[in-house]
């Protein structure tokens, strides 16, 4: 759907720009950040946009669809359009459905049913293609062992260079090219340093900078001001950024058990899934023979369930004694772009100041002109 590709970002932009005037104070309540909160009175300001993304990509529509815009501004608060009122109906349905049946945990969704439309279909499909015979699609065999996570995870590590090549990395500068969002190609840098990291997309517009800094993560889009990471955001960039993560990966959850992967790019790989009781699990793709990492799944909490975050590391080269993706594609629902490296260097110099937020921009200071 490309008019949701296409908005979503502007969307994003201005919901970012709202919470960000508040990121300072204590976390506001959705109803006291917006107008017209008649369901999530008590949740959290910054989990409304998440929600609402959760409510985009379960139905397969863009903002629009359930909110009024007039001209370039979008009056969410509105209540005139139908779907939105039929969609309070539906939260109030799906939570009741969870607490009398699944002990209120979100197990039925807006996606167990819609699975990407605003109609869900009620009778069964007739497919156009052949049946596949029953073995291909049988479940999986509980009682066959399963491999070691924790054995799996070390192999890992091993294959990424071993602990003391992946400890001698200070630093990793990437020089490269995104695709997506439209197609569109635009030269990236990436500065690594050892838990910190920055993007900086340099588009026709202006560069668009992503940073976390160790502890907390930002980001800035030409002619706004800084948008700062909420908590989820930050565990994100924690990974995204940490430039030890094979050592690290044992630590990011409580417990590792290993399963059947799936086929990735004519790879096969074995999942080893991680769990913290009372947080989404991370799931990780290892390829079958070289054991190196080739997916990574991370979610995102949401009031109406989880949105998934798909990161594929490819063409693995060795630099310095580790192997390192030169590939990676990030994906959500909606939208996916990748990131092909072309330049790298290592354990060079880089600036603490790269990864610290610009200071707010004054009233007086203008876009720059395009
Ligand atoms: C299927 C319908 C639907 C879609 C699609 C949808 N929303 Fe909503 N939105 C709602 C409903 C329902 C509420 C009111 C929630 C409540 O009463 O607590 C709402 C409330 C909001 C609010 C709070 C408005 C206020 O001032 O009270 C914002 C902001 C918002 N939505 C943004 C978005 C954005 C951004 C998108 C696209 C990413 C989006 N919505 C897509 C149904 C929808
Ligand atoms: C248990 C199944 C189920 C769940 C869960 C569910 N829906 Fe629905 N929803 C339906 C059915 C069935 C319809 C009626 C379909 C039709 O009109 O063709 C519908 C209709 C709607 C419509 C009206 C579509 C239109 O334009 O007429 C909206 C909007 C909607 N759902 C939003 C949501 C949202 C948002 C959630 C999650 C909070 C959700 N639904 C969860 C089954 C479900």
Redesign the pocket.
């Given at each position: 759907m490309p008019s949701r590709i296409k908005t979503?970002p502007i969307?994003?932009v201005s919901?970012a720009l709202a919470l960000a005037a508040h990121a300072q104070e204590p976390p506001k309540l959705?109803e006291q950040q917006?107008?017209?909160?008649?369901?999530?009175?008590g949740v959290p300001a910054d989990q409304?946009?998440p929600a609402?993304?959760f409510?985009?990509a379960s139905?397969g529509?863009?903002?629009e669809?359930?909110?009024v815009r007039e001209g370039h501004q979008?009056l969410?608060?509105k209540d005139d359009k139908k779907?939105?009122?039929?969609?309070?109906k539906m939260?109030e349905m799906m939570n009741a459905i969870n607490k009398d049946n699944f002990e209120s945990k979100k197990e039925v969704t807006c996606n167990t049913c819609h699975r990407g439309a605003a109609h869900p279909v009620g009778v069964p499909i007739i497919s156009d293609e052949e049946p596949k015979p029953a073995a291909e699609h049988s479940p999986i065999d509980a009682q066959a062992p399963q491999p070691d996570a924790y054995a799996l995870l070390d192999k890992y590590l091993a294959a990424s260079g071993g602990a003391a090549a992946v400890q001698k990395i200070t630093s990793r500068v990437e020089q490269g090219s995104l695709t997506g969002f439209g197609g569109q190609k635009i030269s990236v840098d990436v500065y690594g340093k050892a838990d910190k990291r920055v993007s900086v997309m340099h588009t026709p517009n202006g560069d668009n900078i992503t940073a976390f800094d160790g502890h907390s993560g930002w980001l800035t889009v030409p002619g706004r001001p800084v948008h700062i990471m909420n908590a989820d955001e930050n565990a994100a960039a924690a990974l995204d950024a940490d430039l030890y993560l094979p050592i690290h990966v044992k630590s990011l959850r409580q417990k590792f058990i290993a399963g059947p992967g799936e086929k990735i790019d004519g790879h096969d790989t074995i999942q080893v899934v991680g769990r913290t009781e009372g947080q989404p699990p991370l799931r990780l793709y290892l390829d079958a023979q070289s054991n190196l990492l080739l997916r990574l799944v991370r979610y995102q909490e949401t009031p109406l369930g989880r949105i998934p975050t798909q990161v594929d590391y490819s063409d693995y080269r060795e630099a310095d004694g580790v192997k390192v993706p030169y590939k990676w594609s990030i994906a959500r629902p909606g939208n996916r772009f990748t990131i092909q490296v072309e330049q790298l260097q290592q354990n060079v110099p880089v600036d603490d100041a790269k990864f610290t937020p610009p200071s707010p921009p004054s009233a007086d200071q203008k876009p720059p002109a395009h």
């Open positions: 979503l969307v994003l919901i959705a917006f107008k017209n909160i008649k369901i999530f009175k409304i946009f609402m993304q409510i985009t139905l529509v863009d903002c669809y359930c909110h979008m969410f608060d779907p939105k009122l039929a969609a309070r939260i």
